[in-house]
Nanobody, 119 residues
Framework: QVQLVESGGGLVQAGGSLRLSCAAS????????MGWYRQAPGNGRELVAT???????NYADSAKGRFTISRDNAKNTVYLQMNSLKPEDTAVYYC?????????????WGQGTQVTVSS
């Protein structure tokens, strides 16, 4: 019913920047909060940042001061501006949305986009 499509990943040198975008598509759904998670090889999926409908944000400690999450509620789109990237930021980044579809709550996930930071 709902699809999340990420874009903006790629290869960047340490210290560089990337902006990730994620757009939710479908009908009959409402999005409450959106966020970004990441998973590096050998690691579990971890929180990067989340943002509520009202604009309240939460960041992982590793992201504070470097990453900025924002959203366009009208377009059900969330962004992650990543600055001062480090090699340890290398991971598959997944878009997440918590919402409801015809009154039933779901936790939606995108397919992931690869971010690779070279040293």
């Amino acid at each position: 019913q709902v699809q999340l499509v990420e874009s903006g990943g790629g290869l960047v040198q340490a210290g560089g920047s990337l902006r990730l975008s994620c757009a939710a598509s479908g009908s009959g759904f409402s999005i409450f909060s959106m966020g970004w998670y990441r998973q590096a090889p050998g690691n579990g999926r971890e929180l990067v940042a989340t943002i509520s409908t009202g604009g309240s944000t939460n960041y992982a400690d590793s992201a504070k001061g470097r990453f900025t999450i924002s959203r366009d509620n009208a377009k059900n789109t969330v962004y992650l501006q990543m600055n001062s990237l480090k090699p340890e930021d290398t991971a598959v980044y997944y878009c997440n949305a918590e919402g409801s579809y015809y009154g039933v709550r779901y936790n939606y996930w995108g397919q992931g986009t690869q971010v690779t930071v070279s040293s």
